[in-house]
RNA sequence: CGGGGCGUAGCGCAGCCCGGUAGCGCACCUGCUUUGGGAGCAGGAUGUCGCAGGUUCAAAUCCUGCCGCCCCGACCA
């Protein structure tokens, strides 16, 4: 392509919005342009290299055995009655009615239509396994889009949906969704890895998530330097209790007077104890139940867990109106003894004894609570946060925490979408059963930020050469010069034959400016024709990454870089 | 949805407090010079001042309402 022709509208400028490098950078290379809040519209530049993931993702999910279709993006809300999830979802869902005001919605996810492609397709057990696969475009009504195409509304994402006859066809259907995964992602050339991740509204019991590392990741996760454990902080298990008991004699139960104090923080400083003497009551609303969680002073609960533990959909800490309800108390003085609600705990609490709580009672504490003997516990549950201190909860070895990008999800389902939809087969018996699904999805827009993320420097992108628009940028340093302009366009015109997928910088600029274009959109490798190497014969080759140089003559030129682009270097 | 901020040329911003008919830098167009890391000089074009209403002789500026965008929080496959 003649870069005098290109659509290509870089800036020099930091967009004054974007904090994120990638996004910044997206923008200042002319890939993206915002539409409307998190809206955008993919330039030339930016949608090549949409192509180039795209093609990585097609070709290795063909390779397991998977079968591209393509969905519709509007859906009709009877599908999402049947699936339960057009009252589950929640306001992600953007809903909306046609001339006859009929219900429809924009796919955020395209679970209910391949179910019911699906079990109208599929009959038999000898038509199972089936893997199918699409790209769409995605609309999820976030809360606040930001990051740019990091975190937007409308995205380009693949998902692949498998269907088995069985638990353990679906294990198999996993299995090679995994190792697609890592195929994927190391042929992207990203720096991630697959951690262990809650399943969320999505259903499903067992899932893991590709994180690709970058400390302006919006997730943390933690993993184990000794064994292969690496998990969402939201999901990280911890470590059962060592010991069931209470290690020393309980002492009698004491009230005391603690004005004003609410805090973890006030109460360790007014009574002069360590924060993991207290026990804290967190007073949840779980689908507008009271539910109290019991959790050590220094330890923080999760949310996830406790959800998970509850089975219940929606879970807020409670408003003040119900702390009072089922404490008779203000908030800040919350505790297990005589609470109007279900007790659930940590397992840490096991092993605490004589411990201080609210009473329940404005501006009163209790010394020396036993749970056991001051009051019942309706069940002890891994409920709270992982910390660095935590040994592994595989293998014991040190725990360590990192920030991420999800770049992909991979979900075993089971049968929560056959059963509501009825995806079933006939087995070799004669009797019906249900499909067996796994869902498996790739951001591909996300994809390409974190790349930007992992792969840049102050002059701007530096592309993996899998992922980079082009691989080669021609810069002669004068197009007023007849005789570097016709080197240029020799070398481009052989490249171009060859399939390499070049620019010509035919620009009447500058070189300053065609150099930092060339730097900031990220090109692998640029060939300068100036007029002192060419009185040689010569031109310099400059590979973007590291700055390395070669000069070769005019005759090398091409099959250096052929040698190179082959070997993906 | 709660808190904060911002909407003025393609982009980044000043002007608003204290009302008087809109400006700076970059980008853009023309010419000359320059030509290996975002050039110099000269000339030029570019605006429903977010929208609607109000106050006023006069509104970018003051008042009211609305819309959009950004940041923090809550939320989230």
Not at 38 to 43: F, R, V
Not at 135 to 152: A, L, N, S, Y
Not at 411 to 432: C, H, I, P, V, W
Request: proline fraction near 5%; hydrophobic fraction near 35%; include cysteine.
């Amino acid at each position: 392509m003649r870069y005098s022709e290109m659509f290509l509208p870089t800036g020099r400028e930091v967009p004054s919005d974007a904090e994120l490098a990638s996004h910044q950078l997206m923008i200042r290379a002319g890939m993206i342009r915002k539409l409307t809040s998190g809206i955008y519209s993919y330039l030339p530049l930016g949608y090549r290299v949409i192509r180039k993931v795209e093609q990585i993702i097609r070709e290795e999910m063909n390779r397991a055995g998977a079968q591209e279709v393509f969905l519709p993006m509007v859906q009709p809300a009877e599908l999402w009655q049947e699936s339960g999830r057009w009252v589950h979802y929640g306001k992600e869902l953007l809903r909306f009615r046609d001339r006859h005001d009929r219900e429809y919605c924009l796919g955020p996810t395209h679970e209910e239509v391949i179910t019911d492609l699906v079990r109208n397709g599929i009959k038999t057990y000898r038509q199972l396994p089936r893997n199918l696969y699409q790209i769409q475009t995605k609309f999820r009504d976030e809360i606040r889009p930001r990051f740019g195409v990091m975190r937007c509304r409308e995205f380009g994402m693949k998902d692949a949906y498998s269907f088995d006859a069985d638990e353990a066809g679906a294990e198999i259907s996993y299995r090679k969704m995994f190792e697609a995964y890592n195929r994927i992602f190391t042929r992207c050339g990203l720096n991630f890895r697959p951690v262990e991740a809650d399943s969320g509204s999505i259903g499903g019991s067992y899932s893991h998530e590709y994180m690709v590392m970058a400390d302006s990741g919006e997730d943390a996760v933690c993993f184990c330097n000794a064994c292969q454990y690496a998990a969402n902080l939201e999901k990280a298990e911890i470590a059962g209790p060592a010991g069931d008991q209470p290690s020393g004699p309980a002492l009698p139960l004491e009230e005391v007077h603690t004005p004003g104090v609410r805090t973890i923080e006030e109460v360790c400083a007014y009574l002069q104890v360590a924060q993991q003497e207290v026990v804290k009551t967190l007073i949840f609303s779980a689908d507008g139940e009271p539910v109290a969680v019991l959790i050590r002073g220094d330890h923080e609960v999760n949310e996830t867990k406790v959800r998970n533990h509850l089975g219940c959909d929606a879970l807020d800490l409670a408003p003040d109106e119900m702390i009072f309800k089922v404490t008779r108390s203000p908030r800040g003085f919350a505790g297990a003894i005589g609470i109007k609600a279900r007790i659930i705990a940590d397992y840490s609490l096991k092993e605490t004894y004589n411990c201080i709580m609210g009473a329940n009672r404005e501006d009163y504490h209790l010394r020396n609570v036993n749970p056991g003997r001051d009051f019942k516990v309706e069940g002890y549950a891994d409920l709270r946060v992982i910390r660095e201190t935590d040994p592994c909860p595989r293998c014991g070895g040190e725990i360590h925490f990192a920030r991420g990008i999800e770049v992909g999800h991979v979900f075993k389902l089971g049968t929560k979408y056959s059963k509501a939809m009825k995806a079933a087969y006939l087995d070799q018996n004669g009797r019906e059963r249900m499909m067996v699904m796994g869902c498996y999805g790739i951001g591909i827009g996300r994809t390409v930020a974190a790349a930007i993320e992992q792969n840049h420097d102050a002059d701007g992108i530096v592309w993996p050469l899998p992922l980079a628009p082009y691989h080669v940028i021609i810069t002669p340093v004068n197009v007023k010069e007849r005789s570097l302009s016709e080197a240029a366009e020799g070398i481009y015109r052989s490249l171009l034959e060859k399939g390499v997928e070049v620019i010509l910088d035919d620009r009447d600029e500058r070189a300053g400016v065609k150099f930092k274009d060339a730097d900031l959109i990220g090109i692998p490798y640029r060939v300068t024709i100036g007029p002192k190497n060419l009185a040689e014969g010569k031109a310099e080759t400059r590979r973007r990454r590291t700055g390395e140089v070669a000069i070769l003559s005019l005759s090398e030129v091409e099959a250096f870089l052929m040698d190179r682009i082959r070997e993906g270097i």
